[in-house]
């Protein structure tokens, strides 16, 4: 992200490996199946051959997923940034921010993760979420801190009434 004269960033990260740790429990539980399926078809050795390229298949997929995912804070923007190959950007003003609400299900909070979701001003039907962040009040404090330097930049730059 390419950041404005004046621009500072306050928070930058991606999702926490714990944050994709169910993703990494489904990919055991389907290698599981997959090897037995070999095993009871097959042989032993081909299941086992089996489960582990599955699971190496799916802890690759979830580090580069985990990897290829950027959330930004800076005194002017939110910026989710995905993908490796091909890339989508989700960008929003920080004064267009009007809540900020975290969600930690009973396994995030087990896990210490959860989602921070924005609400903004003027988009009803827009998702935008850091999920899987390893402390959510550290997202909110940052857009906390972020609203106020913005407001105290704008509040420099605006000449005295009356002139």
């Not at 539980?29 to 089996?50: D, N, R, T």
Request: glycine share 8%; proline share 3%; no cysteine.
């Amino acid at each position: 992200m390419d950041l404005h004269p004046g621009e500072t960033i306050v928070f930058e990260g991606h999702p926490s490996w714990r944050g994709v740790l169910s993703f990494y429990v489904k990919g055991l539980g389907g290698a599981v199946v997959l090897g037995v399926i070999a095993w009871l078809a097959a042989s032993v050795a081909l299941g086992v051959v089996v489960f582990v390229v599955v699971m190496a298949l799916v802890i690759l997929a979830g580090l580069i997923k985990r990897m290829a995912t950027r959330y930004i804070i800076s005194t002017e923007r939110l910026n989710i940034r995905t993908g490796i190959l091909s890339k989508h950007i989700q960008q929003t003003s920080i004064d267009r921010v009007q809540n900020v609400n975290t969600e930690q299900r009973f396994i995030d909070r087990l896990l210490r993760v959860g989602s921070v979701d924005f609400d903004t001003a003027g988009t009803d039907d827009s998702d935008f979420t850091f999920r899987g962040v390893a402390n959510p009040a550290l997202i909110v404090a940052a857009v906390d801190k972020a609203q106020r330097e913005h407001r105290r930049e704008v509040a420099t730059e605006q000449p005295p009434s009356g002139l």
